[in-house]
């Protein structure tokens, strides 16, 4: 079959990589925040890059099961999808995390927004090395499967973490709410709110049409 010759394996591997990324960055400019002001185009590749790496991974996944493509191909594939999930997980999108919430709070302070960069990349390598040894993992090796076992441990802690104080602290705040009754006056005062938001949406909509045909 032509899916089992090398080349024409790395070109469909090719061809299917810049299918997802193009994708993913489509998504994420279009539907995921397309009310929204994230217009830096760095946010988006690296949204784009991380959603065609995972893709990629289960799809190579897929073809070695169905036993499609060349094996020496999908080996080199995989080892790249790997890594780039790796370089990412650790150096990419924890940098740009920190970056952009330094430079919000800092007002545009490049200087300071560098140097809690780089003072925050070693604190969370040492982080996940510590999240590491929940399951026993002390070697100091940087092979691909034991950095990937490390971020994993880490993720699914934070997770866990997350989900666990959503679940608590959402019925804890608005227990109150089932457990009083609502008064008239509170329900008028919503409806208000609720006219107003109207209208306020009405003006926008407006000043909005208004705008398009002096254009």
């Given at each position: 079959?032509?899916?089992?010759?090398?080349?024409?394996?790395?070109?469909?591997?090719?061809?299917?990589?810049?299918?997802?990324?193009?994708s993913?960055?489509?998504?994420?400019?279009?539907?995921?925040?397309?009310d929204?002001?994230?217009?830096?185009?760095?946010i988006?590749?690296l949204f784009?890059?991380?959603?065609?790496?995972s893709?990629?991974?289960?799809?190579?996944?897929?073809?070695?099961?169905?036993?499609?493509l060349?094996?020496?191909?999908?080996?080199?594939?995989?080892?790249?999808?790997?890594?780039?999930?790796?370089?990412?997980?650790?150096?990419?999108?924890?940098?740009c995390?920190?970056?952009?919430?330094?430079?919000?709070?800092?007002?545009?302070?490049?200087?300071v927004?560098?140097?809690?960069?780089?003072?925050?990349?070693?604190?969370?390598?040492?982080?996940?090395?510590?999240?590491?040894?929940?399951?026993r993992?002390?070697?100091?090796?940087l092979?691909?499967?034991?950095?990937?076992?490390?971020?994993?441990?880490?993720?699914?802690?934070?997770?866990?973490?997350?989900?666990?104080?959503?679940a608590?602290?959402?019925?804890?705040?608005?227990?109150?709410?089932?457990?009083?009754p609502?008064?008239q006056?509170q329900?008028?005062?919503?409806?208000?709110?609720?006219l107003r938001?109207?209208s306020?949406i009405?003006t926008?909509?407006?000043?909005?049409?208004?705008?398009?045909?002096?254009?």
């Amino acid at each position: 079959l032509w899916a089992d010759r090398p080349l024409c394996s790395g070109i469909f591997l090719l061809a299917s990589f810049a299918g997802l990324f193009a994708s993913g960055h489509w998504f994420f400019a279009r539907l995921l925040y397309r009310d929204y002001e994230v217009k830096a185009r760095y946010i988006q590749a690296l949204f784009a890059l991380t959603l065609a790496s995972s893709f990629s991974l289960f799809e190579l996944l897929l073809a070695t099961l169905a036993g499609a493509l060349a094996p020496a191909v999908r080996a080199r594939a995989w080892q790249a999808s790997h890594w780039t999930l790796i370089a990412l997980s650790y150096v990419a999108l924890p940098a740009c995390f920190v970056w952009t919430t330094t430079r919000s709070v800092l007002h545009g302070s490049r200087r300071v927004s560098l140097a809690c960069t780089a003072a925050a990349l070693p604190a969370f390598w040492y982080a996940v090395y510590l999240s590491g040894t929940l399951i026993r993992i002390d070697s100091l090796g940087l092979s691909a499967d034991l950095l990937m076992a490390r971020i994993g441990v880490f993720g699914v802690t934070t997770v866990a973490m997350l989900s666990g104080f959503g679940a608590v602290n959402f019925p804890f705040r608005s227990m109150h709410s089932c457990l009083r009754p609502v008064t008239q006056q509170q329900v008028a005062d919503v409806e208000q709110r609720l006219l107003r938001t109207l209208s306020l949406i009405a003006t926008k909509k407006r000043q909005v049409l208004q705008l398009a045909q002096d254009e």
